[in-house]
Each structure stands twice: as structure tokens, then as C-alpha cells.
């Protein structure tokens, strides 16, 4: 029903800036839910921030401040501004939406590696 690609994830010094980019492949004229999820080595996969189709932001305490989410319907894609990157910020990051409220599983990306050098 959704299918999700990450990308824009790299190799960046502590510091520095990267705006990750999902696309969606649906039907759905806006998807309901869209979030980034992260997995750093060793740890649980944990939520980054979502962004529903009716603009609530809402943002785990380690990323308010410095993670911007934000999304455009038109082009059915989700972004994730990090600044000011720390090397704690590395790991796999994560695309996933819900289509609707009717809908109860999700879809997710394959992911998009950051990495983050001190």
C-alpha cells in the first residue's frame, strides 16, 4: 500500500548539518501519519518525531531543537533537518507512515545510514 526510500544520510563531522529525504510511493492522497525513526548500534529502534497530515509535530526530548520534521503532500515526501550533529546522532534512520486511522499496521523504509565523526 505504502512503499517508503529513504535518503540523504552520509559521512559528517560532529557539528555539521543533513536533511534526510522520504518518498512515498501510494495512493493515498496524504498519508495520515509520517515519522523518522533511528537505531544506533546496540541500542532499540526509537522514534525520532512524527508529523501528522494535520500539522502536530511531535518530537522525542533528545531531538527537539535540533531535528526539524516537516513534510510536502504535493511531492508525497517527509524530511528530517539534523543540525548541529553529535556522534550519539549515528545510526540507521528510518522512514515509516500509516496511511490511516483506519489502517492499524504501518510501512517502513529500508533506512539511511548516518554516520557522525568526532
Known amino acids: 500500500q505504502v512503499q517508503l526510500v529513504e535518503s540523504g544520510g552520509g559521512l559528517v563531522q560532529a557539528g555539521g548539518s543533513l536533511r534526510l529525504s522520504c518518498e512515498a510511493s501510494?495512493?493515498?492522497?496524504?498519508?495520515?501519519?509520517m515519522a523518522w525513526h533511528r537505531q544506533a548500534p546496540g541500542n532499540q529502534r526509537e522514534l525520532v518525531a512524527l508529523?501528522?497530515?494535520?500539522?502536530?509535530?511531535t518530537y522525542s526530548d533528545f531531538a527537539r531543537g535540533r531535528f526539524t520534521i516537516s513534510r510536502d503532500d504535493a511531492k508525497k515526501t517527509l524530511y528530517l533537518q539534523i543540525d548541529s550533529l553529535k556522534p550519539e546522532d549515528t545510526g540507521i534512520y528510518y522512514c515509516?507512515?500509516?496511511?490511516?486511522?483506519?489502517?492499524?499496521?504501518?510501512?517502513w523504509g529500508r533506512g539511511t545510514q548516518v554516520t557522525v565523526s568526532s
Open positions: 515509516n507512515a500509516k496511511p490511516s486511522v483506519t489502517v492499524r499496521d504501518t510501512f
Open positions: 501510494t495512493d493515498t492522497y496524504n498519508i495520515y501519519v
Open positions: 508529523l501528522t497530515n494535520g500539522g502536530r509535530a
